[in-house]
T-cell receptor, first 118, second 115 residues
Framework: NAGVTQTPKFRILKIGQSMTLQCAQD?????MYWYRQDPGMGLKLIYY???????DKGEVPNGYNVSRSTTEDFPLRLELAAPSQTSVYFC?????????????????FGEGSRLTVL | AQKITQTQPGMFVQEKEAVTLDCTYD???????LFWYKQPSSGEMIFLIY??????QNATEGRYSLNFQKARKSANLVISASQLGDSAMYFC????????????FGKGTMLLVSP
């Protein structure tokens, strides 16, 4: 049971470089999310997607881009990396945003990707 | 917009004692879900317990229970019989059940369990 898989787990970038954080889920969830976690600040939503071809901004989208061409994959693109993007990034998925008899709307998280921009 | 407040940056408890981690929330949505996640030092996010705003009874999952007081907009996590492995960061979160809703997290509480 793979669940949500993120790669890479660790990455060091130089200022101005670009990279893509990969995220894949095998639970056939239609909702997927990217959060960032800074020390003492909890998790903040960057982008989310409610299905293939549909994405929307979260609380802190600046400096990032996403795409959702398939149900399984939700990559996060960092363009022109800045030190402020040093963080731990979590990808997550859920069945939907609505509760039902068999669905709490619980998020399933990947293991996280630690990114340092120097 | 939703807001989650966890006022305790850190909590200390001795092994085998019970501990309550506070969480208050603010939302204008009529129905919503409340969640608690645990993040050990290894970094992964572990789902602990869920409470729906329409649930009449407080949720329980093993040693975890959620003290839900809707009028006070509080959703405190109670851990009974603390274990050393409970030492971790704990996050309260909520999502409304309207439209395309997402999960909003609090800043977390660090729990340290001592022998």
């Amino acid at each position: 049971n793979a669940g949500v898989t993120q790669t890479p787990k660790f990455r060091i970038l130089k200022i101005g470089q670009s990279m893509t954080l990969q995220c894949a889920q095998d639970m056939n969830h239609n909702y997927m999310y990217w959060y960032r976690q800074d020390p003492g600040m909890g998790l903040k939503l960057i982008y989310y997607s409610v299905g293939a071809g549909i994405t929307d901004k979260g609380e802190v989208p600046n400096g990032y881009n996403v795409s959702r061409s398939t149900t399984e994959d939700f990559p996060l693109r960092l363009e022109l990396a800045a030190p402020s993007q040093t963080s731990v990034y979590f990808c997550a998925s859920s069945y939907s945003g609505l509760a039902g008899p068999r669905n709490t709307g619980e998020l399933f998280f990947g293991e996280g990707s630690r990114l340092t921009v120097l | 917009a939703q807001k989650i407040t966890q006022t305790q940056p850190g909590m200390f408890v001795q092994e085998k004692e019970a501990v309550t981690l506070d969480c208050t929330y603010d939302t204008s949505d009529p129905s919503y879900g409340l969640f608690w996640y645990k993040q050990p030092s290894s970094g992964e996010m572990i789902f602990l317990i869920y409470q729906g705003s329409y649930d009449q009874q407080n949720a329980t999952e093993g040693r975890y229970s959620l003290n839900f007081q809707k009028a006070r907009k509080s959703a405190n996590l109670v851990i009974s019989a603390s274990q050393l492995g409970d030492s971790a960061m704990y996050f309260c979160a909520m999502r409304p059940f309207t439209g395309y809703s997402t999960l909003t997290f609090g800043k977390g509480t660090m729990l340290l369990v001592s022998p």
